[in-house]
């Protein structure tokens, strides 16, 4: 374990190391050490960038928008050409005298870039108030106190905003702990929760919740599970709570404004805007006003507004179809695929148009030992009949990105990659 004298030595000593440059890109996996990156950045009047993926090409992007910066790593990634500083494990000496620093609250503590699920990544700058009222406002929607002494466990990287917000942001602002590893698996999840003291709060995607549930995971006692990424359908919320006798929670949010909603799956779908926030209907659709917000900021979701506090989510503009004259909603269509039995994962997908051909909806589905004819069976008792998938494609998996999101370039490559085996032959 750490203590806070030492973080803040570890902060002191880092800072005083790191080159005299605006932005640096901070890539290493270990959290604490991620933290010691970040906070160290901030001492020293710098931005953090947050790439939309750690895949090279994301990260060569970010590297020519913003040339005059350099890379925290804690193994041996290199963003070439920007020069990489290792982040040693013990950076400085335990030292409880050493002062907390002060952040300017308008200081631009981060950059953001949108995920790409819908087209190309969107930088937005962060201030550090405003990370620091939404992760207060956060905790206090879930009730946590500092005397509570919960410990975080997060499957989601920290270089993501819901990773950021909710394993670092949120124990830096309510005295919590956190586990410095990202389990993956659910074996994983199992003993990194084991590894820390209760009370636990484990920081997770449906992904991840899905895969706990189907393997019947024996968790330590979790006092509640918080979810974001994806829409978490509430019988899967259902049979977590059950499985694992705790609460779970989701968080709504985007990157142009950060975590902003709350809402307990099994009891409603009425998502409830965080203390300080309020909702206003526009001409061009809802918007969030916030005071730490400098200007109205639109929500990207087709959203129906229940008064100035709660919403009801529909989905992305992008995420309406229009199929023989019916309109649908993909995320809607997905959410009624992965609640039959026997699917793992799954997503309908409308590809693009090409010539006069009519699009058809495509659906990926994951479903070990379960048939494509089961599926459309179980489909049919559920959705319109014209929003049926044509075809429905059994895969082992699907090309989900580190934070649970599906791409629209994943989707087509392995919608592309599909055609090439049937061309195949395989």
């Known amino acids: 374990s750490m203590t806070y004298g030492r973080f803040l030595s570890d902060v002191e000593a880092l800072a005083a190391l790191l080159p005299e440059k605006p932005t640096v890109i901070n890539l290493t996996d270990d959290r604490y050490r991620f933290l010691v990156g970040f906070a160290a950045a901030l001492v020293r009047g710098q931005t953090t960038l947050l790439p939309p993926s750690r895949a090279p090409g994301a990260l060569a992007q970010v590297a020519r928008e913003y040339s005059n910066s350099y890379c925290l790593v804690d193994g041996t990634e290199q963003v070439k050409p920007l020069p990489s500083y290792q982040i040693p494990k013990n950076t400085g000496r335990q030292n409880d005298t050493t002062k907390v620093p002060h952040i300017p609250v308008d200081h631009p503590a981060l950059v953001a870039f949108t995920s790409g699920s819908t087209g190309c990544p969107r930088p937005h700058s962060k201030t ?61 999840v199992r003993l990194a929760l084991a ?47 059950t499985l694992f006798q705790t609460s779970v929670y989701e968080v709504y949010g985007f990157t142009e404004a950060g975590s902003l909603a709350t809402r307990r799956t099994v009891d409603e779908n009425t998502w409830h805007v965080l203390d300080g926030i309020t909702l206003h209907q526009e001409s061009a659709g809802c918007s969030l006003h916030a005071p730490y917000l400098r200007e109205p900021v639109l929500f990207p979701d087709l959203v129906s507004l229940q008064g100035p506090h709660r ?60 048939a494509a004819e089961h599926i459309l069976s179980a489909l049919r008792a559920v959705i319109d009949p014209v929003f049926l998938p044509r075809p429905l494609h059994l895969v082992p998996h699907l090309p989900r990105n580190e934070t649970g999101k599906l791409t629209r370039e994943a989707l087509l490559g392995l919608l592309h990659n599909l055609h090439n085996e049937e061309r195949r032959g395989t």
């Open 128 to 188: 550090w108030g405003s990370l620091a009222a939404v992760a207060r406002s956060t905790g206090a929607r879930l009730g946590l106190m500092s005397s509570d002494q919960m410990t975080v466990v997060a499957t989601v990287p920290h270089q993501h905003m819901y990773g950021l917000e909710a394993s670092i942001m949120l124990p830096i602002q309510h005295g919590m702990a956190f586990h410095v590893g990202r389990p993956l698996f659910p074996e994983d």
């Open 195 to 241: 590894e820390v003291p209760s009370p636990r709060m484990l920081v997770t995607t449906p992904l991840h919740i899905r895969a706990c549930v189907t393997t019947r995971s024996r968790l330590p006692p979790v006092e509640c599970i918080l979810s974001a990424t994806a829409p978490l359908p509430r019988s899967l919320a259902k049979e977590a709570e």
């Open 311 to 370: 919403f009801v989510l529909h989905g992305r503009g992008t995420d309406l179809v229009n199929i023989g004259g019916h309109r649908g909603s993909l995320n809607d269509l997905s959410q009624k695929l992965n609640e039959i039995e026997g699917v793992q994962d799954g997503v309908f997908f409308l590809p693009d148009e090409k010539g006069t051909a009519v699009t058809r909806l495509i659906a990926f589905v994951v479903a070990p030992d379960k």
